[in-house]
């Protein structure tokens, strides 16, 4: 069963339900854009970044366990000050893994693009952030071309794009940004939840471009998934939409074979 949307599905951005969903978008890119590709003298790989940070989304039992230091038996009086005892509490850190993909030329193995779905952690996550602004600022230095594509509306936008020039945009839910080394112009597509999400172009050398259909990504994302199954349509999504938004998705989801 398809989506109910016509372009991103809101649903899809639940921080438990996301990392499932930025693999699939991953892989799924990478499946598509192989076969044309190869045929041109390029390969797509599939790398990873990992390190450990604080989770995000509630990963937590109901119950947190603290340690507190039992008092000792009575002592006779002395003069040196005994400090307090704290409360202890475990401290928890999570292994992020985020895949991205990179385009490589297959004379040479050069590096020519490379490919990021972002995730809350290069948004909202400090040390996240930071890796991923490392990444930027890696791609720009080595002349890589980098497509950045942003389909969370939580959180600020960290795309290479100037700040200013992101207020002069008409308005739009996600954004993908295409760093062009060499460009003359900033190459980026805003994109509306009720919109279809884009055909975009993905740079390689010089003039030479391929095609990445990312409504045919999330659509391949969501057949091959557990979605239909596993969103509730029944509650507001998370983070929830704007009033006209939700009157508009509450018409979609009141569709025939939807239900409420």
Known sequence: MPSPFPGMDPYLEHPEVWPGVHARLVSESA????????????YVDIGER?????????????LTVARQARPGPPREPVAVAEPDEPVRIARV????????????????????TGIEVLSPTNKLDRQGRALYEQKQAETREAGVHLVEIDLLRDGPRVVEFPDVLLEEL????YLVNVARRGGEDYEIYPVRIRDRLPRIRVPLKTGDDEVLDLQAVLDRAYDLGPYPERLDYTRPPRPPLADDDASWAAELLRAPGRGS
């Open 93 to 112: 850190e999570v292994q992020v893994r985020e895949p991205y993909l990179v385009i490589h030329r297959v004379e040479g193995a050069e590096v020519v």
């Open 31 to 42: 499946a598509l854009l192989q076969p044309r590709l190869r045929a041109r003298g390029y």
């Open 50 to 62: 990992i390190w450990l940070a604080q989770p995000q989304r509630p990963i937590y039992p109901d």
């Open 170 to 173: 008409p308005p739009h839910d």
